[in-house]
């Protein structure tokens, strides 16, 4: 079977290409990338007439919350936010319960996509058992039943000598390490930024130096170890700066940011609005400028959602008892294009963050419109603004700080491997 | 030439003196004074808000503020029906907001929250119609402490306008400092602070105080030292290593009193450690005007009961 994306405008960082072309598809792959016109007469055609056409967008970072908390999100319902959103793959952490510490809880992850899903699953396995932070999970169990990578996200690994072990483990597995870097102990009982905004709130907060401390342990160990490094959801300026150096070291490590990081600050708290509260939490205004600059020297390879729904209970609540994450995926498009929209970065570059960066990062297939790669890609009227409204989410999780918001970016069509997952506002 | 506009109270809530305009303060403090006269009496009750509901719920133990707030609900003639959380819903896992919810579907007029989450009070307010009253919401405002506070100072001092106020303590953790930063300062005062640098608030200056590194600086040039109480359930977490040594470089004593100004006021909002944060010879000497405050909270919270529940105010204002 033949599909003709016909009369749209490419953007494939990874294939290096850019303007005016058809793609065509054939048998759910990649069979070419033509001149306007150029396609075979004998293909089912669909118009994306004033559309631009981009690999579909790999979110690295994303909690499924299956299995355990199916009330706060399934992969069903994750993987119809991620299409809605133009995401065609995910990488899910491993904090379910049970957590994914073991080969049969990735199988059960894989199988659950396999059969629910409506887009490409990832799982991520646990460096510790039980997100302990002690004992070493199954890593090699874990790689045999598929996993793309290993994290405790969502909880922090104190202890240097297990992250130090773990790391060593993952090289024999090829496996990169994504570290959620936090130095607890002067985390304390923080539930925001240390700052100007924290002290006229009253809120125990925690200082960016948090993560700057653990980046620069975590990147140190994979020097020593050689193990690749990848920290997720950098919040503040020194966490830049010390990943900035460690490439110019040579270390191997890469770095995420996730859109609220580059788009709001701990102003946001002001409100109390408990879907402001994240973890690393919302910072300042130089933090965010710092991000930005990140994203565009390089530093910063991949903006991911760190997709974290949750359920109402969970946050209609105080503040400090209120559970930190933002439902992301519907609005990780979006707010990245809104990087173009203010002129920060080019639509080119902001499409290679959200594709072939991450696939290179984790290893995964796709994030570039080459010939012969699985078809999966998102079809979105950069030109089309819209207002986030979460009770549309696809996603369980309707925490979102951005509701009311209208961001550029209209997804009009998610494509995985040649099938069409998601059009105009529908699952297909 | 100035023209004259009547100003008229609107708000539903009173959450913290951040949102006050000035002149909502001064009539806030006002309206106080104008009750002040009624605890004198020897019948201490006026009908103002005969037929009102008012409930206090507290998450944390206090006694002078809610006893204060009872007594000024019940001198102007309001029902009042006190919570207390260790009767509360909240132990049995109900969420504020429904606790909320069910106190609202009695229909009470006011709910008097003191609860230790910044924003609690926010989000109360944000899920009833009834009026909040902020009693003390974690470290972030108590509002009216600062009106008795302030209320008291203009008392002693004839205004606020152009005094140098000195803040002294444990700031970071201290709702009191928060709501008394920003009701001095509106007010015209200069406000300095000065503490162990571990309770010091980040970039705190640009609430527009100045902070000092020494007790003794901010004795110097004051006109009003007020004294914070030290929470003593925080020293493990090494916020200061002793109440002896807390005593010899953060307390007010007689000895670094001397260096204070002949005329010099002091308050503290209490309950007192007496010997750690102030000396008992200075509490209780001639400049302290802490049982004032007390008086003077009462007042204050009837004017905020009448205004918020009873007929409203307004105030003539030079715009």
């Known amino acids: ?68 908390f199916e009330y706060k999100e399934t992969v069903a319902s994750g993987t119809r936010a991620a299409a809605a959103g133009g995401v065609t793959s995910v990488a899910c952490m491993a904090n379910t319960d049970p957590v994914n510490d073991n080969g049969q809880i990735t199988e059960y992850i894989l199988e659950k996509a396999e059969t629910t899903g409506v887009v490409r699953v990832y799982p991520v396995g646990a460096v510790s058992r039980g997100l302990s932070g002690e004992v070493l999970a199954e890593i090699g169990e874990l790689a045999a039943a598929g996993v793309c990578a290993l994290s405790d996200d969502g909880h922090v690994i104190s202890n240097s000598d297990l992250m130090r072990r773990g790391m060593e483990y993952a090289v024999t597995f090829d496996l990169p390490v994504i570290s959620h870097s936090e130095d607890m102990s002067l985390v304390a009982d923080g539930v925001m930024n240390e700052g100007f905004v924290s002290t006229e709130l009253g809120l125990p907060a925690n200082p960016p130096q948090a993560e700057e401390i653990m980046i620069f342990r975590d990147v140190t160990l994979a020097q020593l170890t050689g193990a690749r490094l990848h920290v997720a959801h950098i919040s503040t300026a020194g966490g830049v700066e010390v990943i900035r150096r460690a490439k110019e070291r040579g270390v191997a490590v890469t770095a995420e940011t996730c859109p609220h990081y580059f788009t709001l600050t701990d102003d946001a708290v002001r409100t109390f609005d408990t879907n402001t509260k994240v973890n690393p939490p919302l910072r300042s205004e130089e933090d ?141 | ?222 006109d009003v030292i007020m004294m914070l109480r030290i929470q003593r359930e925080r020293q493990g977490k090494v916020l200061f290593p002793s109440d002896r040594d807390y005593a010899r470089f953060f307390g007010l004593n007689l000895e670094n009193m001397e260096e204070a100004k002949d005329d010099v006021t002091i308050m503290h909002p209490g309950p007192i450690n007496r010997g750690v944060e102030i000396s008992p010879e200075v509490a209780d000497g001639p400049f302290s005007v802490i049982l004032e405050q007390v008086t003077n909270g009462v007042a204050v919270r009837m004017a905020i009961l009448y205004l918020l529940i009873g007929k409203g105010g307004s105030d003539e204002a030079a715009a």
């Not at chain 1, 070419?32 to 669909?46: E, F, H, Q, R, T």
């Not at chain 2, 609860?115 to 003390?136: E, F, K, Q, T, Y």
């Open chain 1, 1 to 68: 079977m033949k599909l003709l994306l016909k009369g749209g405008t490419v953007v494939d960082p990874g294939g290096g290409q850019s303007g005016p072309a058809d793609v065509l598809i054939e048998n759910g792959v990649i069979s070419d990338v033509l001149s306007p016109g150029a396609g075979p007469k004998d293909a089912d055609v669909i118009d994306v007439s004033k559309m631009t056409i981009i690999p579909g967008v790999i979110d690295i970072h994303t909690h499924l919350r299956e299995p355990g």
């Open chain 2, 1 to 222: 030439m100035s023209e004259s506009v009547e100003k008229v109270w609107e708000r539903k809530d009173l959450l913290g003196i951040r949102d006050l305009d000035i002149w909502e303060i001064e009539l806030i403090l006002d309206t106080a004074e104008s009750f002040l006269e009624i605890s004198k009496r020897d019948i201490k009750k006026v009908p103002t808000l005969r037929g009102k509901t008012v409930i206090t719920v507290f998450y944390e133990a206090s006694t002078r503020t809610r006893v204060s707030f009872e007594l000024a609900a019940k001198r102007l003639s309001a029902d009042t029906v006190n919570i207390s959380a260790s009767t509360s819903s909240a132990k049995k896992g109900e969420t504020l907001i429904d606790t909320a919810r069910n106190l609202e579907a009695m229909a009470p007029d006011a709910i008097i929250m003191r609860h230790p989450i910044p924003g609690s009070s926010d989000l109360l307010g944000r899920h009833v119609r009834s009026s909040i009253i902020n009693a003390g919401d974690g470290a972030h405002e108590h509002p009216t402490q600062a009106l008795l506070d302030a209320m008291t100072i203009r008392q002693v001092k004839g205004g606020i306008a152009g005094l140098n106020i000195s803040i002294i303590g444990d700031i970071t953790h201290s709702r009191v400092a928060r709501s008394n930063i920003y009701c001095l300062t509106k007010l015209g005062a200069n406000v300095t602070i000065a503490g162990p640098a571990t309770m010091i608030p980040t970039r705190v200056e640009e609430m527009g105080v100045r902070v000092v590194r020494t007790v003794r600086e901010a004795i110097r040039d004051a």
């Open chain 1, 288 to 428: 965010r400028r710092a991000v930005i600059e990140g994203l565009k020297d390089g530093t910063i390879d991949v903006i991911a959602s760190d997709h974290a729904p949750h359920d109402i209970v969970e946050k209609a609540v105080e503040f400090s008892y209120a559970a930190s994450g933002i439902s992301g995926l519907e609005t990780l498009l979006s707010l990245s294009l809104q990087l173009v929209r203010d002129g920060e970065m080019t639509l080119f570059d902001v499409v290679e963050k959200l594709t072939i960066a991450p696939a290179r990062t984790l290893g995964l297939a796709g994030g570039t419109l080459a010939t012969g790669v699985p078809a999966d890609l998102t079809i979105v009227d950069t030109g089309e603004d819209w207002t986030v409204d979460p009770r549309a989410f696809f996603s369980k999780g309707k925490n979102s700080p951005f509701a009311g918001r209208s961001v550029p970016g209209r997804v009009k069509m998610t494509i995985v491997a040649g099938s069409i997952v998601y059009r105009e506002g529908a699952i297909v």
